[in-house]
Nanobody, 128 residues
Framework: QVQLEESGGGLVQAGGSLRLSCAASGRGVSPYTMAWFRQAPGMERDFVAAITRSGVTTSYADSVKGRFTISRDNAKNTVYLQMNSLKPEDTAVYYC?????????????????????WGQGTQVTVSS
């Protein structure tokens, strides 16, 4: 049974930083893709960032490019999201997700429907 355990959310002032972590368990092989999505109240779940197993291929939403960095530790089956220069519009519940399937052309999937496993979510609140 696949389990995803997120941590690191909290309340921070605009311009501040947070680091999210998500540990995956339940399979012997590290996921091919590890990703973060976020969902604000009344909004759809949106793609934030993703990283493939090698760590070489990453993908970011335009709204977070240059501010957020995704990384992973395959030995720990853990993905991280370093969030800098946070803005009030970054306020949302952040969800971790993983996929063991290799996507077409090796590029990370960016639609929530493409993923089957989700963490419970961690709240990030950025005050102005």
């Amino acid at each position: 049974q696949v389990q995803l355990e997120e941590s690191g959310g909290g309340l921070v002032q605009a311009g501040g930083s947070l680091r999210l972590s998500c540990a995956a368990s339940g399979r012997g092989v590290s996921p091919y893709t590890m990703a973060w999505f976020r969902q604000a109240p009344g909004m759809e779940r949106d793609f934030v960032a993703a990283i493939t197993r090698s760590g070489v291929t990453t993908s970011y939403a335009d709204s977070v490019k240059g501010r957020f960095t995704i990384s992973r530790d395959n030995a720990k089956n853990t993905v991280y999201l370093q969030m800098n220069s946070l803005k009030p519009e970054d306020t949302a519940v952040y969800y971790c997700t993983v996929d063991w399937r290799v996507p077409p052309l090796g590029r990370p999937k960016v639609r929530p429907d493409d993923y089957d496993y989700w963490g419970q979510g961690t709240q990030v609140t950025v005050s102005s």
